[in-house]
């Protein structure tokens, strides 16, 4: 459904500051799928995601969702097909709009948007129900400002608008990166139910090695603007900290080390 | 000087009202949009030049302050144009419309320096025949705060209203977060546009009444615009708080005005040479605008998050 093909992106290109941060990147997914991204830092994971969403253009190859072509579409065009969530818990919410107005405009991404009320009775219910099911005590807090909430309320928020307007990819940037273990926690698990409710395709990047291999039916790990391992399947399964340690040693070149990837 | 104060009062109310359709555009922008747009440093003027062009011609006042508006608002649209499609700073392309416009203000005005129209033709003088009043005095500045009066509570009622639409919305999470507005699939280009095309529509609008009420509209009547707008804002901010109800601070937007003139009437009184009276403005501003910084530094220990705290 997902189909990347020979994806270049190049910035400051011509200038000193030239860099090559996607070398031909090729990638297929299919419906359904839930695909963790690890890989050391400038290595490219958010470079890949944030030219699937068209935060930048790219200088070559080719971006495809479910037969429609998104390599030159505008961002706020791609909204309709593909929704994510940030790994600053600030980004993905306004802070200052309540949680139900936060919730309306998302439930209205990709759609037509009119001089109607912005939002009705019908939807405060829904809202109410699926909020109700996070068990996070929001569903009667509907006014408050999303601003006074904690990183990962705001953070189970935005998990919740980008499921919302029915998408057909989920991008997820080390969306647990900024929280607290257990809140992380909390977190993956909502990501987990949410993807599989709503049967959404995934991409998530995560610095946590265990979580890689915990969740999700394929795995990449990118090096140097390149895809340099995937697996899934039983693969996938199998998989180990020490096998992908060592996996990740020999492409990159060097040992494991400081911040890069966390074992978790 | 006390007296000196009442006799000023009408006047200074009439002010107040007029320019609080002014305030009330740059809160759009300012506090709504989180854009600070200059713009309307020429817009106000063009505005007035327009409507007292076409009235002095004998139009329609009521449709020479229409057509006003929308010559404001196509001000807005191109300051709009220069931030969004040509990627020029949002300062900057305030203050190249602005100076532009001077320049079109006086084609407008037919290289003259300042036109008038007969006191008659302007709306002031059609109510005030209406009525049976006169078109000077007491009389003149009554009518204004009812002409005003009635048109802010219209404008409060459709801003009200408007953002609390789905665009409404979409300009709102726009000022607020723009990469979470782009992430929900806002075209934040145009939420930009339609509001700086309200925000200097109602500069417009503005000016156009102001011209009304001097019978007469010259390319200087908006010189220091955004700086009297800002300070109607903040002080607005300040006498009704963040926490209010949108339209509570709507109308905190239009005391702020009022208040901003009644200090301005109060610093003439004492003998303050009007000279000074930009100085005053601008720190008028700044201790408006230090006032929260200073409680939160003084009497909370809440720190100031990273977030940005408008609308």
């Known amino acids: ?264 | 000087m006390f007296q000196g104060l009442i006799n000023a009062l009408p006047g200074g109310i009439s002010q107040g009202l007029m320019w609080a359709i002014l305030a009330l555009g740059v809160y759009v922008t300012y506090k709504i949009l989180d854009f600070a747009d200059l713009t309307v440093d020429g817009s106000l003027a063009t505005g007035g030049c327009v409507a007292i062009v076409l009235t002095a011609a004998k139009v329609h006042p009521i449709l020479a302050i229409i057509v006003a508006f929308f010559a404001g608002a196509l001000a807005g649209i191109i300051t709009a144009l220069l931030n969004t499609k040509l990627k020029i700073p949002a300062i900057l392309s305030g203050i190249l419309t602005m100076s532009a416009l001077f320049s079109i203000n006086k084609i407008i005005l037919g290289k003259r320096a300042n036109v008038s129209a007969s006191p008659k033709l302007t709306i002031i003088g059609r109510l005030a025949n209406l009525f049976g009043m006169s078109s000077s005095g007491l009389d003149r500045n009554i009518l204004t705060i009812g002409l005003c009066v009635i048109l802010l509570a219209g404008i409060i009622a459709f801003l009200y209203w408007f953002f609390g639409t789905e665009w409404g919305s979409s300009i709102r999470a726009t000022g607020n977060n723009q990469t979470m507005a782009t992430a929900q699939g806002i075209n934040t280009d145009r939420a930009k546009i339609i509001a700086l095309a309200m925000s200097n529509g109602l500069a417009a609008l503005s000016g156009a009444v102001i011209s009304q009420y001097q019978f007469s509209g010259d390319v200087n009547m908006a010189s220091g615009t955004i700086v009297i707008g800002l300070a109607s804002v903040v002080i607005g901010q300040l006498v009704v708080g963040e926490r209010g109800s949108f339209w509570v601070r709507l109308v905190g937007v239009v005391l702020g005005s009022l208040i901003y003139r009644l200090i301005f009437a109060l610093a003439v009184q004492i003998g303050l040479d009007p000279d000074n009276l930009k100085l005053i403005s601008s720190i008028i501003i700044v201790i408006a605008l230090c006032i929260p910084t200073i409680k939160q530094k003084f009497f909370s220990n809440h720190k100031v998050g990273g977030e940005k705290n408008n609308a």
């Not at chain 1, 109700?132 to 400002?145: I, P, T, V």
């Not at chain 1, 993956?188 to 949410?194: C, D, M, P, Y």
């Open chain 1, 1 to 264: 459904m997902l189909e990347i093909s020979n994806l270049h992106v190049i910035f400051n290109k011509g200038t000193v500051n030239e860099k090559h941060a996607l070398k031909g990147v090729d990638l297929k997914l299919e419906e359904g799928d839930f695909v963790t991204v690890i890989g050391g830092n400038g290595a490219g994971k958010s470079t890949l995601l944030n030219s699937i969403a068209g935060t930048f253009p790219v200088e070559s190859g080719s971006i495809v969702l479910d037969g429609v072509e998104l390599t030159k579409m505008p961002d706020y065009k791609r909204a309709k097909y593909v929704s994510r969530v940030f790994q600053d818990p600030l980004i993905g919410t306004a802070g200052n709009m309540s949680i139900e107005e936060n919730l309306a405009l998302a439930a209205r991404r990709g759609k037509r948007r009119t001089l109607r009320w912005y939002t009705n009775n019908e939807e405060r219910a829904k809202f109410k129900e699926l909020l109700a099911e996070f068990d996070l005590g929001l569903e009667d807090r509907m006014m408050q400002k999303v601003g006074t909430l904690s990183g990962g309320q705001r953070q189970a928020i935005t998990l919740l608008m980008a499921s919302l307007a029915s998408p057909k990819l989920l991008l997820l940037d080390e969306h647990t990166a900024a929280l607290d273990p257990k809140t992380a926690k909390k977190v993956l698990a909502l990501t987990e139910k949410i993807a599989k409710d709503n049967n959404l395709t995934v991409l998530m990047i995560t610095h946590n090695m265990s979580d890689a291999i915990k969740y999700g039916n394929k795995l990449i790990m990118m090096n140097e603007g390149k895809i340099a391992f995937s697996c899934e399947g039983e693969e996938k399964v199998d998989l180990t900290i020490p096998f992908l340690m060592e996996k990740f040693e020999k492409t990159v070149g060097e040992a494991l080390g400081g911040d890069k990837l966390l074992l978790g």
